[in-house]
Nanobody, 123 residues
Framework: QVQLVESGGGLVQAGDSLRLSCAAS????????MGWFRQAPGKEREFVGS???????YYPDSVKGRFTISRDNAKNTVFLQMNSLKPEDTAVYYC?????????????????WGQGTQVTVSS
């Protein structure tokens, strides 16, 4: 069983930066692919990016160049650095873990989820 706890959300202004953290329990964290998703009110959950066990990353066009995912396997933590934030980035952000080494953009690929952290970007 893996438990994920996100932190770092908050209220920021457009153009600001924010870094989210996701702390994971479990001894096999380094072998998991990790993903970030977000869900705005009234909208479906949206893929934000993923990082494989190797450190390779994958982003959708909506955040590419603004968001960066990294991981610190020694601390069982994955990060989501968000720059140049826009009001449309407002959502609850979720961290997810996959028991596979590589995972993509589908929620069904992930086995464990955090409780989410709210990010609000004001204009």
């Amino acid at each position: 069983q893996v438990q994920l706890v996100e932190s770092g959300g908050g209220l920021v202004q457009a153009g600001d930066s924010l870094r989210l953290s996701c702390a994971a329990s479990g001894r096999t964290f380094s072998s998991y692919a990790m993903g970030w998703f977000r869900q705005a009110p009234g909208k479906e959950r949206e893929f934000v990016g993923s990082i494989a066990w190797s450190g390779s990353t994958y982003y959708p066009d909506s955040v590419k160049g603004r968001f960066t995912i990294s991981r610190d396997n020694a601390k069982n933590t994955v990060f989501l650095q968000m720059n140049s934030l826009k009001p449309e980035d407002t959502a609850v952000y979720y961290c997810a873990a996959s028991t596979k080494a590589y995972s993509g953009s589908y929620s069904s690929e992930y086995n464990y989820w955090g409780q989410g952290t709210q990010v609000t970007v004001s204009s």
